[in-house]
């Protein structure tokens, strides 16, 4: 906060981040696993500074709020083909890449939804969130948001057991059921 840096400038740093992490986990060895991991921490922690950076500096724009969600699909689809490419180098089997380019669409289309919805998301009035009711809702809203926060803790903790690759058959799906999530009638209101 003391520094005059920008809510922009912390989203660029934290695009460099996972464009780095994604990069690394392409190498497929175990010391550069870990080294993807750490960098993919620091993205994610700088995605959530930025945000917050701007409320408090009172720097909230619409750019930026674009411009962070297109850092975020970018970093997403990133790290699914890095994490797939490196699993391919290492296993010689190309289903890794497959399962990869399964991730990446899906997270593609993740953020193709959320272009259409940008206006209703940056527009949330400061009512608090009401809480999920019903099994569909709370569904969507374990996957979408409380998975999704906790997700570089999870390539972490697997990073350190060089088992990262464990992520991609689940994200070859997963990704998919994540925007297909949004769809859940009430889901869109709940954020963690």
Not at 42 to 51: I, K
Not at 76 to 102: D, R
Not at 146 to 162: E, N, S
Not at 176 to 189: D, I, L, P, Q, S
Request: with cysteine; net charge negative.
């Amino acid at each position: 906060l003391q520094f005059p840096i920008g809510p922009n400038l912390i989203t660029t740093v934290s695009l460099f981040a996972g464009i780095a992490a994604a990069w690394a986990l392409a190498l497929g060895s175990h010391q550069w696993t870990l080294t993807g991991a750490l960098l993919f921490l620091v993205c994610y922690v700088l995605d959530n500074v930025d945000g917050e950076i701007a409320r408090i500096k009172d720097q909230c724009t619409s750019f930026g709020a674009q411009y962070d969600t297109f850092v975020d699909w970018i970093v997403n689809a990133a790290f699914f083909i890095g994490l797939g490419w490196g699993t391919m180098a290492k296993t010689s089997n190309e289903v890794w890449l497959w399962f990869a380019g399964s991730a990446a669409i899906g997270a593609t289309i993740n953020y193709l939804i959320s272009l259409s919805d940008s206006s209703n998301e940056n527009n949330a009035d400061a009512t608090p969130a009401p809480r999920p009711k019903g099994i569909a809702q709370w569904s969507a809203f374990i996957l979408r948001e409380m998975f999704r926060a906790d997700f570089c803790f999870i390539v972490l903790a697997l990073a350190l057991f060089d088992v990262v690759h464990f992520l991609l058959p689940a994200a070859a799906i997963g990704a998919h059921v994540f925007w297909m999530a949004r769809f859940v009638r009430g889901a869109r209101k709940f954020h963690a």
